[in-house]
């Protein structure tokens, strides 16, 4: 179901419900940054370049994979370019970070880079991967203008990699690593989301490899955007017990760095006992974890997201999407594209509701979408 709201098109939603937006969204500043009725900011734009994967992991989608957007409707790489100069130029926008569905599966990634590059020397760009398909793309990625890269590795274990991607593909993706790696995109980062009774009891190994390779690991709590709709808490292995595994190990200390909206909470890594004197020299290194549900940092929350098909989502968890698409494939410029991108991100709900609970009870509805729908 669509509904007109203006400029924007919200989905999926009713149509009072739909008016009701619309009337707040009236309200959004006419100029300026990204702003929200609470005075959050979006500064970090999040753009998926296609729903597609090459992997089906458990946590993501179904086995038999998704029914995936027709080709036509995905942007183009001549619309993401304009969607990133009205973000940077007029909007506030200070990085960015190229999503999916799996990024590498566009061909021309490398030219949307480029093009991004060509325009904003400086902006921080970002793309988040599987990593299949990445060592033989590293280097021309770098030579495009990408700055650092995250990759999703959950196990270093090639059964349980193949248990939980479904497909066998761990020499590919540590290959990728040690491309990005020599290709200079540094720091490259490594996603890992434990599943109870698959990997749950790999923390410890996973940031042994990290620490060993000068790679920093970020833990991320498994969200109820799965493609099978079967996520629940009990199920989920939550930040507390992941800092207590790794705690067994090394010891950890809250990094002093600010964390500014990030969504990973940072520990640096220290041998056991160093610590004890209260002086402590170099950690071995440094670990994050991302607890979106079980410790919730929406207040501080600075993204705003484009799903692959040009829809604006202001929180990874909501029911409402404004069609952005509408306007870039008509005769709108750039001033009008950016005021419906205002009046969507005005109307970000001050909080996802995911800290209680009964989350997984019939107080909590799970967006229609799954993750590789939506863009990380």
Same mark, same amino acid.
């Given at each position: +179901?669509?509904?007109?709201?203006?400029?924007?098109?919200?989905?999926?939603?009713?149509?009072?419900?739909?008016?009701?937006?619309?009337?707040?969204?009236a309200?959004?500043?006419?100029?300026?940054p990204?702003? #929200?009725?609470?005075?959050?900011?979006?500064?970090?734009?999040?753009?998926?370049?296609?729903?597609?994967?090459?992997?089906?992991?458990t946590?993501?989608?179904?086995?038999?994979?998704?029914?995936? +957007?027709?080709? &036509?409707?995905?942007?183009?790489?001549?619309?993401?370019?304009?969607?990133?100069?009205?973000?940077?130029?007029?909007?506030?926008?200070?990085?960015?970070?190229?999503?999916?569905?799996?990024?590498?599966?566009? *061909?021309?990634?490398?030219? =949307? !880079? /480029?093009? !991004?590059?060509?325009?904003?020397?400086?902006?921080?760009?970002? =793309?988040?991967?599987?990593? =299949?398909?990445?060592?033989?793309?590293?280097?021309?990625?770098?030579?495009?203008?990408?700055?650092?890269?995250?990759?999703?590795?959950?196990?270093i274990?090639?059964?349980?990699?193949?248990?939980?991607?479904?497909?066998d593909r761990?020499?590919?993706?540590?290959?990728?690593? $040690?491309?990005?790696?020599?290709a200079?995109?540094? *720091?490259?980062?490594?996603? /890992?989301?434990?599943?109870?009774?698959?990997?749950?009891?790999q923390?410890?190994?996973?940031?042994?490899?990290?620490?060993?390779?000068?790679? &920093?690991?970020r833990?991320?709590?498994?969200?109820?955007? #799965?493609?099978?709709?079967?996520?629940?808490?009990?199920? +989920?292995?939550?930040?507390?017990?992941?800092?207590t595994?790794?705690?067994?190990?090394?010891?950890?200390?809250?990094? $002093?760095?600010?964390?500014?909206?990030?969504?990973?909470?940072?520990?640096r890594?220290? *041998?056991?006992?160093?610590?004890?004197?209260?002086?402590?020299?170099?950690?071995?290194?440094?670990?994050?974890?991302?607890?979106?549900?079980?410790?919730?940092?929406?207040?501080?929350?600075?993204?705003?997201? !484009?799903?692959?098909?040009?829809?604006?989502r202001?929180?990874?968890?909501?029911?409402?999407?404004?069609?952005?698409?509408?306007?870039?494939?008509?005769?709108?410029?750039?001033?009008?594209?950016?005021?419906?991108?205002?009046?969507?991100?005005?109307?970000?709900?001050?909080?996802?509701?995911?800290?209680?609970?009964?989350?997984?009870?019939?107080?909590?509805?799970? *967006?229609?979408?799954? +993750?590789?729908? !939506?863009?990380?």
């Amino acid at each position: +179901m669509s509904v007109e709201l203006g400029l924007p098109t919200v989905r999926p939603t009713a149509g009072n419900v739909a008016a009701s937006l619309a009337r707040r969204a009236a309200d959004a500043p006419a100029s300026g940054p990204l702003l #929200d009725q609470f005075g959050r900011a979006g500064t970090d734009l999040r753009i998926s370049l296609t729903d597609k994967c090459n992997l089906r992991c458990t946590y993501c989608m179904p086995a038999e994979g998704m029914d995936w +957007m027709p080709q &036509e409707s995905l942007l183009t790489a001549d619309e993401v370019v304009r969607i990133v100069r009205i973000a940077v130029r007029d909007l506030g926008v200070e990085k960015l970070r190229l999503t999916g569905g799996e990024p590498l599966i566009r *061909p021309d990634l490398e030219a =949307i !880079i /480029a093009g !991004i590059r060509a325009e904003h020397a400086e902006l921080p760009v970002a =793309i988040t991967t599987n990593g =299949i398909g990445l060592a033989a793309r590293a280097a021309k990625l770098a030579e495009a203008g990408l700055s650092r890269l995250n990759i999703s590795l959950d196990t270093i274990d090639a059964e349980t990699y193949a248990t939980l991607a479904r497909r066998d593909r761990l020499t590919q993706v540590l290959d990728g690593i $040690d491309a990005a790696q020599a290709a200079g995109l540094s *720091p490259v980062k490594i996603n /890992a989301v434990l599943m109870r009774g698959v990997n749950d009891d790999q923390a410890a190994e996973l940031l042994d490899f990290a620490l060993a390779r000068g790679l &920093e690991l970020r833990f991320i709590e498994q969200m109820p955007l #799965d493609g099978d709709h079967g996520w629940t808490r009990a199920n +989920m292995v939550t930040a507390e017990e992941i800092r207590t595994q790794l705690s067994a190990h090394w010891d950890l200390i809250a990094d $002093d760095v600010p964390r500014a909206g990030a969504p990973a909470q940072r520990w640096r890594v220290y *041998p056991h006992a160093s610590t004890a004197s209260g002086t402590v020299g170099e950690p071995l290194g440094r670990v994050g974890i991302i607890a979106s549900v079980t410790e919730p940092f929406c207040g501080d929350c600075t993204r705003t997201r !484009i799903t692959a098909e040009g829809k604006i989502r202001s929180c990874l968890f909501s029911h409402e999407e404004f069609d952005l698409s509408l306007l870039l494939r008509s005769d709108a410029d750039d001033a009008a594209v950016g005021q419906a991108w205002r009046q969507a991100m005005w109307l970000k709900p001050r909080a996802h509701g995911m800290g209680r609970p009964g989350l997984d009870s019939d107080e909590y509805v799970q *967006p229609e979408r799954s +993750m590789s729908a !939506i863009g990380g």
